[in-house]
């Protein structure tokens, strides 16, 4: 191994601090056309991506109203159904009763009939 003393360690430091400056330096300013260039199509490329988001957005809103239609449908249909079965029962209901009522005025009758 090899040892450095002070002075060499120093001039290291210094030409490696003038390395990296070279190499910052050596990057495209602000206004370079190809650093313009990216900057341009990473915009495009964002404008493209905030477009798809709302485009799903507007799908998937589009499909939560007809999900939500449907689902009233279904509930109107089924409340109309309970309705009818409800009022279809309370006249089976009356007409069974009627029966009944009839079946035992008939064998009151009878009975009268008898005495």
């Given at each position: 191994?090899?040892?450095?003393?002070?002075?060499?360690?120093?001039?290291?430091?210094?030409?490696?601090?003038?390395?990296?400056?070279?190499?910052?330096?050596?990057?495209?300013?602000p206004?370079?056309?190809?650093?313009?260039?990216?900057?341009?199509?990473?915009?495009?490329?964002?404008?493209?991506?905030?477009?798809?988001?709302?485009?799903?957005?507007?799908?998937?809103?589009?499909?939560?109203?007809?999900?939500?239609?449907?689902?009233?449908?279904?509930?109107?249909?089924?409340?109309?159904?309970?309705?009818?079965?409800?009022?279809?029962?309370?006249?089976s209901?009356?007409?069974?009763?009627?029966e009944?009522?009839?079946?035992?005025?008939?064998?009151?009758?009878?009975?009268?009939?008898?005495?």
């Amino acid at each position: 191994m090899k040892h450095q003393d002070f002075s060499e360690r120093l001039d290291a430091a210094k030409n490696a601090k003038q390395a990296m400056a070279a190499k910052f330096r050596q990057r495209p300013g602000p206004d370079d056309p190809a650093v313009a260039e990216r900057r341009v199509a990473r915009a495009a490329m964002s404008a493209a991506r905030d477009a798809r988001m709302a485009e799903r957005e507007t799908k998937r809103l589009a499909e939560d109203a007809h999900i939500a239609a449907e689902r009233e449908a279904h509930a109107t249909e089924r409340a109309e159904q309970e309705k009818r079965m409800a009022a279809e029962k309370e006249a089976s209901d009356a007409r069974l009763q009627a029966e009944r009522k009839a079946a035992r005025d008939a064998r009151y009758a009878a009975r009268k009939a008898r005495k």
